[in-house]
């Protein structure tokens, strides 16, 4: 199935663009952790083995720890990432796009319980295949989606002298505002002009470099910077 996006606001109004995976990279980066997990299982089994009845007892303890607390660690420890969807390029997030933490973490690994039934994690993919964000039963009670990880680049505002606008400014408008300040470093100083001159009603008409700080100042307001 083809991916999707999603889109959210953060408290600074800066819209984040959720590249959501599908069924396919999220099965691939699943069998990587199937594997690493079974890898590191018979290697150490074949040791403990030696220690008898002791080390059929530790081989128990290895399994569950492997199975239920290798992602919920990865997960909350590595940024989001297993190492097999570090390597397909996932990241678990909340739907709100902030990091995952240990309540949602071990509320979607839990429930893969759920998500394997009848087999082969049949409900899990059936309910990915129905939901419009590929959230398997786990995802959709954590409230957690998987993405891919995006290169975002500098995202930086430039400091600015904070200048509060003069009129209240819609949430359009803020959004593009910060999208400039965004954008303003990564272009020349004369296509950063004639951006802000599509606005003049928000640089009090000024023209040129004056139109370009006058903006850089709102949105420097915007995400809450004060001289």
Known sequence: MLDTVREVSTPELVALHLRLAGPIPRSLAWLLDALIRLGVMLALSGILRALGSFGWGLITILFFVLEWFYPVLFEVLGKGATPGKRALGLVVCHDDGTPIGWGASFTRNLLRAADFLPMAYGFGLICMFLSPEFRRIGDIVAGTVVVHRESTGDRTIPEATPLAPNA????????????????????????????????????????????????????????GRRV
């Open 168 to 223: 209240r400014l819609s949430r359009e408008t803020q959004r593009a505002v910060l999208a400039f300040a965004e954008r303003a470093p990564r272009v020349t100083p004369a296509r950063a002009e004639e951006l802000a001159a599509l606005v003049p009603h928000l640089t009090n008409e000024s023209q040129g470099t004056e139109s370009v700080r006058q903006l850089l100042g709102l949105a420097n307001y915007l995400i």
